[in-house]
């Protein structure tokens, strides 16, 4: 297994023009190019300047932030760049610590086109994991960039506190497969998420990642049908309880997520 280093940013080109950057802590952010200007998606949270990694060791070109969800591990360095785009649903989860300014935060939803010369990046609605998350499609590149919504390839956090319940999620996920289909995203394009398993595994060999994609998220929206009609029961997490509610784990095919009781109606 890939040896990931620790305590310090590093990068990798995942395909031409697009970067991967590790943050050390388990986030991925990632740097998207045209010619002459870059999308970055998303920031971690490492304690250390973001925008000066980029610069000194990926791109000097202007940089245009998009934020996935507000989530502190991927929102918290939104101070460094002039504005960001995220959806404003998500304004209360950006921790104070972040100094995001939301006047300069650019609201977003489903089918906006965010456009830098040479590229674009289409909003797709993926709510459920929080109010405003998003996916974005950069239709060039055939990429798709979904920070937490449907797993980064493990599992699907749905058990923290503003998480949709199952068949808000399972619509969503539904529309925003269609949609991307629409786009003309199908198995063969590359989907980059939000933390670092899906590319190199957990350190718990139990725990292998499946690839996302679009058939994962078709069978995640059949894993929330399943679990609302009881076909399947999800397995209790005890290490998790810590989270306010208890935890329970279900899987069906590539999807698995992590939910609470309340969650499944
Ligand atoms: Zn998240």
Known sequence: MHELERDKYTHEQVMPE??????????????????????????GMRDENLTNYIREHITKKPLTLVVTHGHLDHSMKVSEFDCFYMSKKDDHLVPTEAHADFNKRIDINGSDVITIPGLDLVVVDSAGHTPGSVSFVDRKHRAVFHGDAFSSGANVWMQLPGCSDLSAYRKTILEAAAKMRDLGVDESWTFLGGHYEQKFGFPDPRYQPNEPGLLLMEQMAELCQKLIDGEIQGELVPEMVRFGD?????????????????QVK
Do not use: P, Q
Request: negative net charge; proline residues 0%; charged residues 25%.
């Open 18 to 43: 697009i970067t991967w950057i590790y943050d050390g802590i388990n986030d991925s952010i990632y740097v998207d190019e045209s010619e002459t200007e870059a999308f970055v998606i998303d920031t």
């Open 246 to 262: 208890t935890v329970y784990s279900a899987r069906y095919e590539k999807a698995w997520m992590l939910y609470t009781l309340k």
